[in-house]
């Protein structure tokens, strides 16, 4: 069973960092797509970052210039280093990925929290 697997994610302060990462657990498989969405209580779920096959990305407006999402899709690991973290970041963040055979995998989400 494919599954991925999120790590990285705690409590931080306004304006620190923290990294995430995403791994498949168990099948390794490749994919075209991957990217990192997050849902925050009472709200959507909404995409953050994705990263192609090329190794092109794409950023939320929000999160331009602050976080960088890098990773091997091949693999199908991911990560995002998010930098000057604020309260609203605060939220669960899900890795995603989508295989060549069109199929779409989330991982069980990892929270990140943000104090003020």
């Known amino acids: 069973q494919v599954q991925l697997v999120e790590s990285g994610g705690g409590l931080v302060q306004a304006g620190g960092s923290l990294r995430l990462s995403c791994a498949p657990s168990g099948t390794i498989f490749s994919s075209t797509t991957m990217g990192w969405y997050r849902q925050a209580p009472g709200k959507q779920r909404e995409l953050v970052a994705g990263l192609s096959i090329s190794g092109s990305t794409n950023y939320a407006d929000s999160m331009k210039g602050r976080f960088i999402i890098s990773g091997d899709t091949a693999k199908s690991t991911v990560y995002l280093q998010m930098n000057s973290l604020k309260p609203e970041d605060t939220a669960a963040y899900y890795c995603?990925?989508?295989?060549?055979?069109?199929?779409?995998?989330w991982g069980q989400g990892t929270q990140v929290t943000v104090s003020s």
């Open positions: 995603n990925a989508r295989d060549f055979g069109g199929a779409y995998h």
